[in-house]
């Protein structure tokens, strides 16, 4: 049983367009929220990552939304680019990033 | 700095073979992970190691089982492979400075069970 569900499971943006994937845990034990981000044919790399005590990160186009009391996090990108397109994974852990509960995934294509 | 290497890159293997997946790091990581990834199910884990000489089981361990060579070295072993056992395999090594606790990721191994 995925202990983090992860939706949509596929999306199609236009370049320029804001991409938005949603990620909701029930372990309220979990303290460590990372976004990976994986082209085809590669492995899994850190995209961004967030902790519990703040409810939102920016690092460039890439926004992580997170609300506690609801326990979802989500990715928002922005002036999404034919270069964003891969598949997303959200994931979670407690002891800081110690072991990793994924969701399923979601593969973003973005259309020129 | 190589990263994360895992050799082979595909493999295919018949139903009941034996195989050995190897993984290493050149990042001086205490923390090592297998994982695999089929359709559907995201990434899970199958075996971690948080440090040389220490070895756990994660998700998804039946079939499978590892050793941790040294602190460079974590391999993944299938004594008799089945057609479930056809996914993608990634190894993974951990640092827990810098960019808090990320994870890295080798390009993975391409294996199926006919």
Redesign the interface.
């Known amino acids: 049983q995925?202990q983090?569900k992860?939706s949509p499971?596929s999306l199609i943006v236009q370049k320029g367009g804001i991409s938005i994937i949603n990620c909701a845990y029930e372990n309220t034990a979990f303290d460590?929220f990372?976004w990976?981000q994986q082209f085809p044919?590669?492995?899994?790399?850190?995209l961004i990552?967030i902790r519990p005590d703040v409810s939102e990160k920016k690092e460039g186009r890439f926004t992580i939304s997170f609300n506690k009391s609801a326990k979802q996090f989500s990715l928002h990108i922005m002036d999404s680019q034919p270069g964003d397109s891969a598949t997303y994974?959200c994931a979670a852990s407690n002891f800081?990033?110690?072991?990793?509960?994924?969701?399923?995934?979601t593969t973003v294509t973005v259309r020129a | 700095n190589a990263g994360v290497t895992q050799t082979p890159k595909f493999q295919v293997l018949k139903t009941g073979q034996s195989m050995t997946l190897q993984c290493a790091q050149d990042m001086n990581h205490n923390s090592m992970y297998w994982y695999r990834q089929d359709p559907g199910m995201g990434l899970r884990l199958i075996y971690y190691s948080a440090s040389e000489g220490t070895t756990d089981k994660g998700e998804v361990p039946n079939g499978y089982n590892v050793s941790r060579l040294n602190k460079r070295e974590f391999s993944l072993r299938l004594e008799s492979a089945a057609p479930s056992q056809t996914s993608v395999y990634f190894c993974a090594s951990r640092r827990t400075s810098g960019r808090a606790n990320e994870q890295f990721f080798g390009p993975g191994t391409r294996l199926t069970v006919l």
């Open positions: 995925q983090v992860q499971q460590y990372p990976y044919g590669k492995g899994p790399a850190l990552a994974f800081g990033g110690y072991k990793l509960s994924f969701g399923a995934g």
